[in-house]
């Protein structure tokens, strides 16, 4: 494995680096009053120039493999890119590269059909519009996927949908016309064949934004997580992606680079956050002594440079699996670092706010807000049990019959 930057991944990390150095830092705060002041759940003025410019710089879907609509990068040359972007809160938007729209584009490029395609991921690309991805339900355990209660009934040339969403990032947001919904199509199918995914227009009748949800008291305007109620909602039959049954199917190829993209980010956020504990810890003084210097301070930053690293290459090997054996060998791989990279990007941050003390919990520094979307990343895509069983199923699996495993014995 060699994870050297070829010349043309180091040039976009050199370009991405200094677009971010150059106006997405300093947009932060800017961006923060723009939501702050007015309706909170409008786009603000200064995240549609940053777009505006980022695409103008050619800095513009740079998530997307296929050259056909993006940049044609492997999931281990985009991934240094998402890492810079992962800095800030705000850093990935301006690329049209945030969550959830990468996981749906990607999901409409490799399933969609042609039609799908020119009504939904064209505006998708070019930034017109926002999606949601509709899964998690509120009344039943979503860490397993197969609970999924709500329903699309097929009648004639139409699907009818009932049920209860939440956690459905980007809902909340007035430029979110589409989502993918998941729901339960066939109850009488085996387990993994219950399931399909059906794209749902947001102003659709019977769809309906219930509340955004806070996390650790932030709502994430103008983003927002919402719980959507859809009420006998019609769409067309033809508006299922891949095919009746597929939702399973579908739902593996989109995870894994969208786990591959969340990890990323959060070790940019750690590697910020330890950036702002070195600063803390050279620039403070107490009882005499740079803090720098006190209790086990300098044992912090090192444990924190180590893990990070380690954190790293975790993923970038997961990249490298997935580039050269695909998603489904690299499940595993994909799973270590789902736990892995929201863990220690939430010790690091952690140890950062402590050495900054009551500024740490604070809103006059980011890291309160990055250790509750780290902390909440280890929910997103499935709690860290459901990928550490996962990877123990595999371990074990290399020392017993697989129908042992099948079994639960």
């Not at 961006?31 to 710089?57: C, H, I, S």
Request: aromatic share 8%.
């Amino acid at each position: 494995m060699d994870f050297a930057y070829s010349a043309k991944v180091q040039d976009l990390r050199e370009r991405v680096t200094a677009f971010m150095e150059a106006y997405v830092y300093p947009a932060e705060s800017v961006f923060e009053q723009q939501v702050a002041e007015g309706d909170r759940w409008q786009p603000t003025q200064v995240m549609e120039d940053l777009k505006v410019r980022a695409k103008a710089e050619g800095l513009w879907n740079l998530f997307l493999p296929e050259s056909e609509y993006g940049a044609g990068l492997t999931n281990m040359e985009y991934a240094p890119l998402a890492e810079i972007m992962g800095r800030s809160l705000i850093g990935a938007e301006p690329f049209n590269c945030s969550a959830p729209d990468t996981g749906n584009m990607e999901t409409i490029v490799r399933y969609g059909s042609e039609e799908q395609k020119r009504t939904w991921l064209e505006p998708l690309l070019s930034g017109e519009i926002r999606s949601a991805f509709a899964m998690t339900e509120p009344g039943v355990a979503s860490s397993d996927a197969t609970n999924m209660q709500a329903n699309a009934v097929r009648d004639g040339d139409e699907w009818v949908i009932n049920g209860r969403k939440w956690w459905t990032s980007g809902a909340c947001d007035p430029r979110c016309k589409i989502m993918i919904f998941m729901g339960l199509t066939n109850p009488d199918a085996p387990r993994h064949q219950q399931h399909s995914m059906i794209l749902v227009p947001t102003d659709t009748p019977g769809v309906k934004i219930l509340r955004p949800l806070p996390v650790f008291g932030y709502d994430d305007a103008p983003h927002g997580h919402a719980e959507v109620l859809f009420e006998n909602v019609r769409v067309p039959y033809e508006n299922v992606l891949l095919g009746e049954g597929r939702g399973f199917e579908i739902a593996q190829g989109r995870l894994g680079p969208g786990r591959i993209h969340h990890c990323m980010r959060s070790i940019g956020m750690a590697e910020r956050a330890l950036e702002l504990m070195c600063k803390r810890a050279v620039s403070r003084t107490a009882f005499g002594k740079p803090l720098a210097r006190l209790g086990g301070n300098i044992d912090h930053i090192a444990n924190s440079r180590i893990e990070i690293n380690q954190a790293r290459l975790l993923t970038l090997n997961a990249a490298y699996m997935m580039d050269t054996v695909g998603n489904k060998i690299a499940q595993s791989e994909i799973a270590q670092i789902k736990v892995v990279a929201p863990n220690v990007a939430l010790q690091v941050i952690d140890r950062a706010i402590q050495m900054h003390g009551g500024a740490g919990v604070s809103n006059d520094f980011p890291l309160a807000y990055w250790y509750a979307m780290q902390r909440t990343l280890r929910l997103a895509d499935g709690p860290d049990e459901v990928h550490r069983a996962a990877i123990g199923k595999f371990e074990i699996g290399k020392y017993v019959p697989k129908e042992m495993l099948r079994s639960g014995r």
